[in-house]
């Protein structure tokens, strides 16, 4: 691209398009023209590792052919139909698949356009069962939200997350949620253990259950891992003790797995770790999916939902059980048409098996090695980690784990060096997640883990950071 042009396009994106979470005032982001893989290429054909999968979505890199064929094909016969009143073969199959991978009496899925959706429809699906299933219970009209949550953008998704920084000009709006606290494994109470914090943590949500149950309508969670809290993760045992206690206290199970589900973890479904980890199922009532459900390359989220659920909104028109809610796009045939793909990929019907869900595993381990000697670092508190998912805690102390003052921006400044290197990263405040696809190579994952030592290397940042 010539120059002029370049500039030209460089400036309608600061003054013009207004970037989601960003403040414009100082905004100055990559232009990207094209991708493979995993690397990005800007206007000025400079490359760039995308070390965030374009946040958290693009499930095996970008130009995936088996999803690039799937989509040609689909363009052939056709982009969209609505689902209000017809239907498209891609998008029933879809449906079919995923209520056949998900299994554990999820038996429908409502498609949406994106994870905030995906949420509000299990939201407003929990709250109308109470009204219209066999026992009627009207009082059940509150939701019990973790801690430092995050499930979207929209005001009922900002009312259940609880980071604060993104709700508190909204609190007029936002409706009144119960909360527990947020079940970190890390910073955890009074120096516990892991399983002493995880008996904590679900004592005070039984005493939450205990005292409210009559009038909750869903719990709601993030399994394993918190993500946009800092990609906080749960002590072992808390997922699959937070759904024992739905079922005692009767109260529905909205599991979010926007950010984790989908292979991303090594596992279909994250919360697949935690019945490995405690034995037994996990049912929820409710399954919410987005990101990688088409790879990371249309928008499109789905809210799966149990027979329970489903036999609720039946009857006769009048009886007013309809659920009234829909999205333009909603199962949109291109959005499905790249969903079946992916599934085909991660049960390995498809490709070459780099893309199955056991050789995801096989690529954590890899994956795990590379950043293990980011472990060393004095401003780093922790690497986490889960499959290919990871993040890197920056903390001012790794003794006392607290965190740098805000105004250091460390994670910002880190994020810069990093793109400086060729390394795409965008930070949680001073949490900076690490996801590459899936399906990277060993030779591209050494590079990536060069390249953040060689970032935190020798710099005693705890004095004055500099860069
Ligand atoms: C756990 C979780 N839920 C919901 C969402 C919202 O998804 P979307 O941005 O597609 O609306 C996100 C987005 O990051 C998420 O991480």
């Avoid at 149950?213 to 906080?232: K, L, P, T, Y």
């Avoid at 979010?256 to 279909?268: C, F, K, L, P, S």
């Avoid at 810069?416 to 930070?427: D, M, V």
Wanted: a negative charge.
């Amino acid at each position: 691209m010539d120059a002029t042009e370049a500039r030209r396009l460089h400036e309608l994106d600061r003054t013009v398009l207004w970037h989601a979470f960003s403040q414009m005032s100082e905004y100055d982001g990559l232009i990207i023209e094209r991708a493979e893989g995993s690397w990005l290429t800007d206007i000025h054909g400079k490359k760039y590792f995308d070390g965030a999968s374009s946040l958290w979505c693009n499930l095996f890199g970008h130009r995936v052919a088996q999803i690039d064929r799937a989509l040609i094909e689909q363009l052939g016969q056709v982009a969209h139909v609505t689902n209000l009143g017809m239907s498209h073969p891609v998008s029933i199959r879809l449906a079919e698949r995923l209520t056949q991978i998900a299994g554990r009496g999820l038996e429908h899925v409502f498609f949406a356009g994106d994870g905030a959706s995906a949420v509000e429809v299990a939201m407003k699906l929990a709250f109308q069962y109470w009204r219209q299933c066999d026992r009627p219970e009207p009082g059940r009209t509150k939701f019990l939200a973790l801690g430092d949550a995050y499930h979207g953008d929209t005001i009922g998704t900002v009312s259940v997350s609880g980071v604060s920084l993104f709700q508190k000009t909204f609190a007029p709006l936002l409706f009144e949620v119960l909360r527990g606290p947020c079940p970190d494994d890390y910073r955890r109470p009074q120096a516990m253990s892991s399983s002493e914090a995880c008996a904590h943590y679900l004592e005070a949500y039984e005493a939450i259950l205990i005292e409210h149950h009559r009038n909750i309508a869903a719990v709601i969670a993030e399994s394993c891992i918190q993500g946009a809290a800092g990609f906080v993760m749960q002590p072992k045992g808390f997922l699959a003790g937070l759904a024992k206690l739905c079922k005692k206290y009767n109260v529905l199970l909205i599991l979010d797995e926007i950010a984790v589900g989908m292979g991303r973890t090594g596992r279909m479904f994250a919360f697949e770790h935690e019945e490995i980890a405690a034995g037994g199922v996990i049912e929820p009532d409710f399954l919410c999916l987005g990101k990688g459900l088409t790879g990371g390359y249309i928008a499109m989220s789905a809210t799966l939902s149990s027979r329970r659920i489903w036999e609720a909104f039946l009857g006769d028109y009048t009886e007013s059980k309809t659920f009234f809610h829909g999205h333009t796009y909603g199962g949109n045939p291109l959005a499905a048409a790249a969903g079946l793909a992916v599934l085909d990929l991660l049960e390995g019907h498809l490709g070459d098996g780099r893309f199955s869900l056991e050789a995801i595993r096989a690529n954590s381990e890899c994956f795990a090695k590379v950043l293990e000697p980011l472990d060393d670092s004095p401003i780093i508190g922790q690497v986490r980690r889960l499959g290919m998912m990871a993040a890197l805690v920056l903390v001012a102390s790794k003794e006392t784990k607290s965190p740098f003052e805000g105004n250091k921006r460390m994670g910002k400044r880190i994020c810069e060096q990093a793109i400086s290197r060729g390394l795409w990263l965008r930070p949680l405040g001073d949490v900076i997640p690490i996801l590459p696809a899936v399906t990277t190579p060993p030779q591209e994952l050494d590079w990536l883990g060069e390249t953040l030592s060689r970032i935190f290397q020798g710099r005693d940042f705890t004095q004055s950071p500099q860069f």
